[in-house]
């Protein structure tokens, strides 16, 4: 039986151009670029890594658990919204420098941070939290079926790529965004919960789910796959039939 | 030590009743509607009968003597301006920020859209087919004068 060679991981030169930002002396955003020396298996978030320890310690970025679960590193790169511990360089343009910039609509607060309280007070408005008549005595039991009915939404880690990659959302920072939404659709549909109404109430509202432009860049950028844009328009109907 | 932490986010304002649904309704109604309505117009006009050289006073005055006729291009007028005046009011509030500029745009457009709307009503119902001083061989066979 014949050895199969493994063929060796390539290593390249990669350019890295990152949106910059130091509210203590800069007073615009500006660009710098780090070259980096990469390996065919690394992620964007390496490089940022790599960036930070070797050469640039200033350079600020968010990230926990940097395996896309908890959702702390989505950034704009090359002008889309992903998480950077889940972006392989080897799939971007290498030969063209790699833009790296913080994901819009949400206030910089330094290079790739940004502050993320509109983003979680729109989703505490929705009560993304099961609300029951019945007191707690056994346990909620409930059919595959109902089960599946919501499954889609139960994905999301909070990241705020969707809502950042939405244009109402640039422009109308009231628009309760894309993740609030999956979110409250993630128990509208619940047969367990007995909110509904409430939560359709609080979404049929002036910055709800009629803001919506259904222009997908939701369900694009979702790093968990969620059919965010569906579902969004699966909460209208709600709406519109006054039950879910 | 007392350490004061600032309310991050004023609460949303909640407002009970808003338009925003029926806005959304209507435009969903509207556009599929409006595409029957003008395609028919434009394949009534253009192309059926002698095509786009039928096109001249008698034809108009013609239609416009028709109450069906009349009730589609009403409805044609009336659809596509609110559509088309929702939608723009849609791109005002998405990317006009200072209230008094929005409420400004917002205003004009409706204010366009109503005079619009009245002055196209009029010249539906009380257009004359058969003008007293018209040359007679403009006009629609149906006239006394022809």
């Known amino acids: ?244 | 030590m007392s350490v004061v932490i600032e309310t991050p986010q004023a609460p949303r304002s909640r407002k009970a009743a808003n338009w925003e649904k029926y806005g959304w309704l209507f435009m969903r109604v509207s556009g599929p509607l409006l595409v029957v309505l003008i395609f028919t117009h434009l394949v009534v006009n253009l192309v059926l009968g002698d095509g786009i050289k039928a096109i001249d006073f008698a034809f108009v005055g013609g239609k416009w003597a028709d109450p069906f006729w009349q009730w589609w291009d009403l409805a044609m007028l009336w659809l596509a301006l609110i559509h088309g005046t929702n939608g723009m009011r849609t791109i005002v509030n998405d990317y006009v920020e200072k209230p008094k500029v929005r409420k400004a745009l917002i205003t004009t457009l409706w204010a366009v859209a109503g005079v619009l709307i009245l002055l196209g009503t009029l010249v539906i119902f009380t257009f004359d087919p058969c003008p007293a001083n018209g040359a007679a061989e403009l006009l629609p066979s149906f006239c006394p004068a022809r």
């Open chain 1, 1 to 244: 039986m014949a050895q199969q060679e493994i063929a060796e991981v390539p290593s390249f030169t990669v350019t890295l151009m990152i949106r910059r930002f130091d509210p203590e002396t800069d007073s615009e955003p500006k660009w710098v670029d780090y070259d980096v020396q990469m390996h065919g298996t690394d992620r964007v978030l390496d490089a940022l890594h790599k960036i930070k320890w070797e050469q640039d310690g200033s350079l600020t970025f968010r990230r926990s658990c940097a395996h896309g679960v908890c959702g702390s590193d989505a950034m704009r790169i090359n002008g889309r919204n992903r998480l950077a511990c889940k972006t392989l360089i080897k799939d971007l343009d290498i030969s063209a420098p790699i833009y790296v910039e913080p994901i819009k609509g949400l206030t910089v607060e330094k290079d790739l941070i940004v502050d993320m309280n509109p983003f979680y007070q729109a989703f505490k408005d929705v009560n993304p939290f099961l609300i029951s008549n019945t007191k707690p005595e056994k346990e909620r039991l409930q059919s595959p079926e109902d089960r599946a009915r919501f499954d889609d939404t139960t994905k999301c880690i909070l990241c705020a790529a969707c809502t950042s990659s939405c244009p109402v959302f640039w422009t109308d920072g009231q628009y309760f965004g894309p993740a609030a939404i999956v979110n409250a659709h993630r128990f509208i549909f619940d047969s367990r919960d007995d909110a509904a109404q409430v939560r359709l109430d609080i979404l049929n509202d002036k910055e709800g789910v009629w803001r919506c432009r259904t222009t997908f860049n939701c369900t694009e950028a979702c790093p968990r796959g969620i059919e965010v844009t569906k579902a969004i328009a699966e909460v209208k109907q709600a709406i519109l039939r006054g039950r879910p």
